[in-house]
Structure formats: structure tokens, C-alpha cells
């Protein structure tokens, strides 16, 4: 008889009172153990644990705060050497997992079509996917010092679910002065790798989020212009674009927009941004043009990742030619 697969959270945390106690009741009927890593917590957020987890096994360490990279990696390496679980779903304090009850059952059918890595989908929209459960037995190791990514001394093997999600609350203790700690350490690594177009791209993320649009622009300029990735790429020049945009440079952010849509015609978002402009600014013949007369309606692109808009692919973009075409002149005869 084929033995159960073991799943565990594991989690780094730091000053997360009020919060960690709503991550861990999430997951805590569909997971059978839990390993933290405090970095360093100055509030009741051990206390906070220890009481949630009563009665739930599971182990607490605390540990010194190096970087996000360095800890995460941390983290899953002291999982693999205790062999707490087959598999691992990282989560963070202010993640709120949806559909928990669903895990045990996409690892199982992942483990038996090979696969070491899945990535889950955050409900925020834009939709992102990251990889959150992972095979504990590869060597599995995050890389950078903030905004960090897995990856793996070996090959594996990955791909997307449906189910469970990750709610991003957004709350976390770390988020206070998330955007400007993000600029000062991005911009130190880029001192070293000026190449790096994930460094570029995570750097306009936090000007944007700074409402610094120049300077977000110019970062994701170069990372589109650094990047090997076709997808990351195209999301960096729409929001390159919008980037302008926000500056009120609409011609240069319409120019940007049409560019990504042309390089990746099977994404929408770029395209509905720009219809959205053009409709604003009267320009409908122009959106009738670029839509065409055939269906709007896509599919969303199976093996794509990142700032995914689902409406951009159905009812948006048929309310955008609407309105096209109606402020269109109507035919004299």
C-alpha cells in the first residue's frame, strides 16, 4: 500500500503578532506539521504561535536575520535535513491560504506525474504565479536579497494549479517600508550585476510603488532590454508604458504599449490599456482597427506567469469596442 504524502507549511517570520495565528489556521486541517524560522521577532509573535499550534506538531526555531534569500534558503534546507515532510508549502505571515483542503491532493497527483515543483496562484489581479510547494528532497536554494526566487541546484520539473490560491493581505510586518528598503538594496546589487533584468524589473516595481513613474519607467526600460525571457519582457514594457503614461507622456506610453502587444500578440493587456486610452481621448477608430471585426475573446496563455489581467482576455476588451464603436460618426446615405 503507497504511503501518504507528508506536507508541511514552513515559514520565516519577524514581528508578525496579529497575523501569523490567521496564515497557520488556514492551512492547519490540510497540512501535517509546520516549521518556523523566527528572524528575530521583538513582539508576541512566538507566543502567538505556540498557542495556535497547540496541539499541532511542529517545530519553532529562531535564528539571526541575514536577507530574505539567505533565511528562505535557510528555512527549506532545515526542512530537508530534519526530513519534516514530502513536501513543503512556503507561505508568508500575511498569506491567507484558499482551498487548503485541496493540497494533499495536488501533491499526490504531481508527485505521480513527476513533478517536483508547482506554482500557485496569488487572487490579486494582476494574477501572478509563484512556485509555494516543493518536493522537500531537492536542494532547493532562493536567490537575491529581496524579491527573492526559488530555484534549484538540480534540474526539475514544474507547472501551474488552479487550486489551492494564496491570498496576499499585504499586512505583513515587513511591508511598512517595504518599497524604500526594496530601492536601496536593489540598486546595491545592480552596483554589482548591472545585467540582471530581474533586479531591474523588481526595481521598478518599487519606484512604482514609490509613485516615482520616471524612475520606474527607466528600470523597466532596462530590464526589457536586458531580459532573456519573452514574457518577463513584455510585461516590463507595458508597464514601461504605463509608466509614461502616468507621467502624462501619452504618445510615448501609447507607443510603448503597442510595441509589447506586437512582440506578444497573445497577451492582452497591453492591448486594452491602449485601447482604454484611446478610447478616453477619442481615438475610436483606431480601437476599432486594432480589435478588428472578428471575436476579442482569448484564451489566457497556459504557460505565462506574470501580471496576468483575466478580464483583458473576455468581457474588457468587448466593452472597449463598444464603446469604439459607438463613438464612431454614424454613416450618412
Not at 79 to 106: K, P, S, Y
Not at 140 to 152: F, K, M, P, Q, S
Not at 201 to 213: E, H, I, K, P
Not at 253 to 277: D, I, S, T, Y
Amino acid at each position: 500500500m503507497t504511503r501518504a504524502l507528508r506536507v508541511a507549511v514552513v515559514m520565516i517570520v519577524r514581528n508578525e503578532v496579529g497575523r501569523i495565528g490567521r496564515a497557520l489556521e488556514s492551512v492547519r486541517d490540510a497540512v501535517d506539521t509546520w516549521l518556523i524560522i523566527d528572524t528575530g521577532s521583538t513582539d508576541a509573535t512566538i507566543e502567538e504561535i505556540q498557542t495556535v499550534t497547540k496541539g499541532w506538531p511542529g517545530t519553532l526555531l529562531e535564528r539571526p536575520w541575514r536577507s530574505f534569500g539567505e533565511n528562505r534558503t535557510e528555512l527549506v534546507n532545515v526542512a530537508r535535513e530534519m526530513n519534516v515532510a514530502d513536501w513543503l508549502l512556503t507561505i508568508d505571515g500575511d498569506h491567507v491560504v484558499e482551498e487548503a483542503n485541496r493540497i494533499r491532493e495536488t501533491v499526490t497527483e504531481a508527485q505521480g506525474k513527476g513533478l517536483d515543483a508547482l506554482f500557485i496562484q496569488f487572487t490579486d489581479v494582476p494574477t501572478v504565479w509563484t512556485i509555494r510547494l516543493i518536493r522537500a528532497v531537492l536542494p532547493w536554494r532562493y536567490i537575491g536579497a529581496t524579491r527573492e526566487y526559488l530555484d534549484c541546484d538540480v534540474p526539475f520539473m514544474c507547472d501551474k494549479v488552479d487550486k489551492p490560491r494564496l491570498r496576499d493581505f499585504a499586512d505583513g510586518a515587513s511591508r511598512a517600508n517595504k518599497w524604500r528598503r526594496d530601492v536601496e538594496i536593489l540598486r546595491e546589487e545592480l552596483r554589482g550585476a548591472p545585467e540582471n533584468a530581474r533586479s531591474w524589473f523588481c526595481l521598478g516595481d518599487s519606484y512604482r510603488g514609490l509613485a516615482q513613474y520616471e524612475l520606474a519607467a527607466i528600470a523597466y526600460t532596462n530590464c526589457a532590454v536586458k531580459s532573456q525571457s519573452k514574457e518577463e519582457r513584455y510585461v516590463a514594457v507595458t508597464l514601461a508604458g504605463e509608466m509614461l503614461l502616468a507621467q502624462g507622456k501619452t504618445e510615448d506610453g501609447l507607443a510603448r504599449l503597442l510595441l509589447a502587444n506586437q512582440e506578444r500578440p497573445q497577451r492582452r493587456e497591453a492591448l486594452l490599456m491602449a485601447c482604454q486610452v484611446l478610447n478616453q481621448i477619442g481615438r475610436h477608430r483606431e480601437v476599432v482597427s486594432l480589435l478588428g471585426r472578428g471575436s476579442v475573446l482569448r484564451s489566457i496563455p497556459r504557460d505565462d506567469l506574470l501580471a496576468i489581467v483575466p478580464d483583458a482576455y473576455g468581457p474588457a476588451m468587448v466593452r472597449e469596442r463598444k464603446v469604439a464603436e459607438s463613438g464612431l460618426p454614424t454613416s450618412r446615405h
